[in-house]
């Protein structure tokens, strides 16, 4: 039995982690390498900074597998989803934050936890956990020290892809006599998206900018956007529309949606002031890059997320293979339950792969191709199959499309109350 854990990371996983353990009467070390160093992407303080987008996507739990997640999570007593939930901002059917007031409530909670010591150090090796209980959640930013003593602990058996930040813009920057407040199909608030037309030569151009700026190849998108209408010339079909999403609750930030972006500073200003109603665009934050790493953990994680070659450090969150936000708090959640059961001397209860929780650790633990293992996020494809359902003269019917995965969502839940009763 173990009278404490450690936890190095203070990210979505770390911290969801250490409240789980915490709050089951567990003492925990929160190892942060914050505020004394800071990774390529992060600029606050403050724990679970959202760095790429402030949405934790689709919130529609019946027909959407990261809904479900939240949902699962929410029941589950998530502090991520609870703190997500206080300060969201409107986002039609996705949940988005305010990211500022997200990351301080976050720390705050975690801060002010009886159970919980922050500790703000970096930390550089694995063998600094000979033998206590300790979860690397340190995600796909893991500074480079640490990432190195994780190499040689794996035999070179890591793999590290690259991952983009959106830019954000001021709300009051944006010239609204030619753009304009509305959702995709009138979905949700209707001021939750603000759209900006462009004709077919202004589209053109500016993919011709983008060509010239990046110099990667470009697939055109033949199709129109549909669902909305533009107010200010309603006889006129866009082109295409550029859309922003809310970025915080006063609404004064914007994120352009979809625009995670290697083009250079000075190049992004430029080229994103052709959009039109963005010609004065002020910008809070530009688009970056940023590697991210992670481990192949079907090879070098057990079932618990232990590492198999030393058993007393767990891994989770991104550096395992999940790929997102809520993925990451999700398998941050686990890890807590995990190592609270290993710190009480009991074996930990596993999640039926029927639900988002043991889909997700499935994906983890898949062998099938283990030599190109990727980080994957949450969807239907990762859960068990329905079964098909006997009609009345004795046929087999196969579930499609909504009924389907309202059928996976009610099976999920079940089974995931029944995990809930066992942890």
């Known amino acids: 039995m173990a009278e404490k854990v450690s936890i190095v990371g203070a990210g979505l996983a770390g911290s969801e982690a250490a409240w789980q353990i915490a709050k089951r009467g567990i003492h925990v070390d929160l190892y942060d390498m914050k505020p004394q160093k800071f990774s390529p992407a992060h600029k606050n303080a403050d724990f679970a900074e959202l760095v790429c987008s402030n949405s934790l996507r689709s919130d529609d739990y019946l027909h959407n597998a990261v809904g479900l997640m939240h949902e699962e999570m929410r029941r589950a007593g998530s502090l991520i989803l609870k703190t997500a939930d206080e300060t969201k901002v409107p986002a039609g059917g996705a949940l988005a934050v305010d990211r500022t007031l997200f990351a301080r409530k976050i720390t705050e909670a975690v801060q002010n936890h009886k159970n919980i010591r922050v500790i703000e150090e970096e930390i550089t090796s694995l063998d600094d956990f000979e033998d206590g209980l300790a979860i690397i959640a340190t995600g796909p930013l893991t500074s480079e020290k640490l990432a190195a003593d994780i190499l040689k602990h794996v035999q070179g058996e890591t793999l590290s892809f690259y991952d983009a930040i959106a830019p954000v813009v001021y709300t009051e920057s944006i010239d609204f006599s030619k753009a304009w407040y509305q959702s995709r199909y009138d979905k949700g608030d209707k ?118 070659s030393k058993p007393n450090v767990m891994f989770a969150g991104q550096i395992t293979g999940c790929e997102g936000y809520v993925e990451s708090a999700a398998v941050g959640l686990m890890a807590g339950v995990f190592a609270s059961a290993f710190a009480l001397g009991k074996t930990p209860a596993l999640p039926k792969k029927t639900t988002a929780f043991g889909a997700m650790l499935g994906h983890l633990q898949d062998i099938q191709n283990i030599e190109n293992y990727q980080p994957m996020n949450i969807n239907f494809g990762l859960f068990e199959d329905t079964p098909p359902i006997i009609t009345q003269n004795g046929k087999k019917r196969f579930l499609k499309g909504a009924e389907k995965k309202e059928a996976y969502a009610a099976r999920a839940l079940k089974d995931l109350d029944i995990w809930l009763k066992e942890i």
Do not use: W
């Open 191 to 308: 001021k939750d998206y603000i759209n900006c037309p462009m004709n077919k030569d202004e589209y053109e151009a500016f993919v011709s900018a983008l060509l010239n700026a990046e110099k990667v190849a470009f697939k055109k998108n033949k199709k129109q956007p549909v669902g909305l209408t533009n107010p200010h010339h309603k006889d006129i079909k866009p082109y295409a529309v550029v859309q922003l999403r809310q970025d915080n609750t006063p609404d004064t930030l914007r994120n352009i949606v979809g625009f995670q972006t290697k083009l250079k500073y000075g190049e992004q200003e430029r080229i994103f002031r052709t959009i039109p109603g963005l010609e004065h665009a002020e910008f809070a934050r530009l688009g970056g890059i940023h590697k991210n790493t992670f481990i192949k953990s079907p090879l070098l994680l057990d079932s618990f997320l232990r590492f198999k």
